[in-house]
């Protein structure tokens, strides 16, 4: 009785050793084996028929710009820059993407598969609904072309060119044999646009660093290199030319007076001399004289005021269109003005402290707001004194106005000769006065606009990398043996969960719990 309830118990259940799991391995070897080299083969084959990826890279140094506007804010240190991931932002932006793909014309794709053809497109628009183009080469200098909706080829020449409706092709520098072929297609351009900005990429080379790291991946090694390059010099166009809006103006404007007052005076003291040779009469009263200098320095004056009066609307203009963008911005022209160089101050306080927290803190921390919120309070003010000295300064013109009317008048009590040889001289001389001050305030203007050129420095240029960065031969074949290894013995041991059947006589003797009376061998 009790050998029976022996053998009816409970099975009993051994400590399982390493040398089972070999037993498995050993087992279980043939689709182990089969999973090891099936991955370690794919790997491979992907490795070797992946077209090589390269990076090209390129460092720009961001710096830091002091305020404008006299020396106390230069002494106190003050900056308004952008911190760096606005700047990278700008730099990622789509406007300068769509500059890149323009400049490369990257939406143009030409597939030139095994022809040895070289040529250069000058010119490439399609309405089509599927612009993919057959361009075969006639001569050396003459091809056809043809898409997939034409119902006939067109024929051109290198240097010339090809349209139709919707369709314009102009191929230049062509070279090849007679019968070479290749196709050309037009990528649609918001696309291309989008391709881009999703590869490139842009980031910080160490925190505080101000040094951003631009880079870009394509197959095409000289093309990674040529695009981040653009890139970088697109981003350090559209900087230089945003950074000195203000001066730019200025300097336009200068530049357009200056034209029309040399043309003035060019006349003006032309015909003072030939009135002078008709007339005889070739020096005025001295009373006349003091009233001609008199009038020439209202005159002068009033274009000072006229020119400060632009710079306060372009100023006006920039300051209600930061505050529609949500940005801080302190215009940099008129900051002579006391009020407005204090505003400006205190704007460049408040920011410095933003970007303080910001380093600590969220754009949405109540603290954060809060000296937003002072910053565009700042902002408004600083608006409103910029109109309010535009007020003023149209008060002055035409208080000036009314000095010259009050000059011209007694200018016209004098004789007529004397009258006509007074209106002569007063052109001459006002518009020698007025070209000289246009020529010192175009000289300031373009001084200050060359002198934030430098706030962006490309400190490393891309050049062509040599060897790709994908595929990686090396650490593919590794990770190809340790995921096959891995694998493989996770195929045997799941095979071997699956099978339930009885493999020896000592499992046998361990499920039943009875004992082993005898074993039939196995003979092949």
């Not at 520098?173 to 881009?196: C, H, I, K, M, R």
Request: hydrophobic share 40%.
């Amino acid at each position: 009785m009790m050998l029976n309830d022996r053998q009816s118990g409970p099975p009993h259940t051994e400590e399982v050793h390493l040398q089972d799991y070999i037993n498995v391995l050993f087992r279980r070897r043939k689709p182990a084996a089969v999973t090891f080299f099936t991955i370690v083969f794919l790997v491979v084959l992907y490795t070797l028929l992946s077209r090589p990826v390269y990076e090209a890279t390129a460092t720009l140094h961001v710096q830091e710009e002091k305020v404008k506007g006299g020396d106390l804010l230069g002494d106190l240190g003050l900056t308004r820059d952008n911190p760096i991931e606005t700047e990278i932002e700008i730099l990622k932006s789509r406007t300068n993407a769509e500059e890149v793909v323009q400049r490369l014309q990257l939406n143009w794709q030409r597939d030139l598969k095994k022809s040895e053809t070289r040529f250069k497109i000058l010119e490439f628009n399609s309405l089509d609904d599927d612009p993919e183009y057959q361009i075969r080469l006639l001569t050396s200098d003459t091809f056809s072309i043809k898409g997939r909706d034409w119902n006939k080829a067109l024929e051109g020449q290198s240097g010339k060119r090809v349209t139709r409706e919707g369709f314009s092709l102009l191929i230049d520098q062509l070279q090849g044999a007679p019968g070479d072929s290749f196709e050309l297609t037009l990528s649609p351009f918001n696309q291309t646009v989008s391709g881009l900005r999703s590869v490139v990429t842009a980031s910080e080379l160490g925190k505080g660093t101000n040094i951003i790291r631009l880079s870009y991946r394509d197959t095409d090694r000289e093309l990674a290199a040529e695009i981040v390059n653009t890139l970088a010099t697109t981003y350090l166009d559209r900087n230089v030319i945003l950074k000195t809006e203000e001066a730019r103006k200025s300097v336009d404007f200068i530049r357009q007076q200056l034209d029309e007052v040399r043309q003035l005076l060019d006349n003006a003291e032309q015909s003072l001399q030939d009135y002078k040779r008709a007339s005889g009469v070739i020096k005025l009263d001295s009373e006349v004289d003091v009233l001609i200098q008199r009038l020439s320095l209202v005159d002068k004056e009033r274009s000072a005021e006229k020119l400060r009066t632009r710079q306060a609307e372009w100023a006006i203009s920039a300051l209600k269109k930061a505050l529609a963008d949500g940005r801080s911005y302190a215009p940099s022209s008129l900051l002579d003005d006391p009020v407005l160089a204090g505003l400006a101050i205190e704007l460049a306080r408040l920011e410095v402290e933003r970007q303080g927290l910001l380093s600590e803190l969220t754009e949405s921390h109540p603290q954060v707001l809060s000296l937003t919120g002072r910053i565009v309070a700042g902002q408004k003010k600083m608006l409103a004194s910029y109109q309010a000295l535009q007020s003023g300064l149209d008060l002055k013109i035409r208080d000036l106005d009314a000095d010259i009317l009050l000059f011209e008048q007694q200018l016209q009590t004098l004789p007529e000769a004397e009258q006509q040889l007074a209106r002569l001289t007063r052109l001459a001389t006002v518009n020698a006065d007025i070209y000289t001050f246009l020529l010192h305030k175009h000289e300031e203007a373009r001084i200050a606009r060359a002198s934030t050129i430098s706030s962006i420095n490309i400190i490393d240029p891309a050049i062509t990398p040599e060897t790709p960065i994908k595929p990686n031969k090396k650490k593919n074949l590794l990770l190809a043996l340790i995921v096959g290894a891995m694998a493989g013995v996770g195929v045997a041991f799941f095979v071997e969960y699956l099978d339930d059947t009885l493999k020896d006589a000592e499992t046998a003797k361990q499920l039943l719990g009875l004992p082993i009376l005898a074993i039939i061998p196995f003979i092949e």
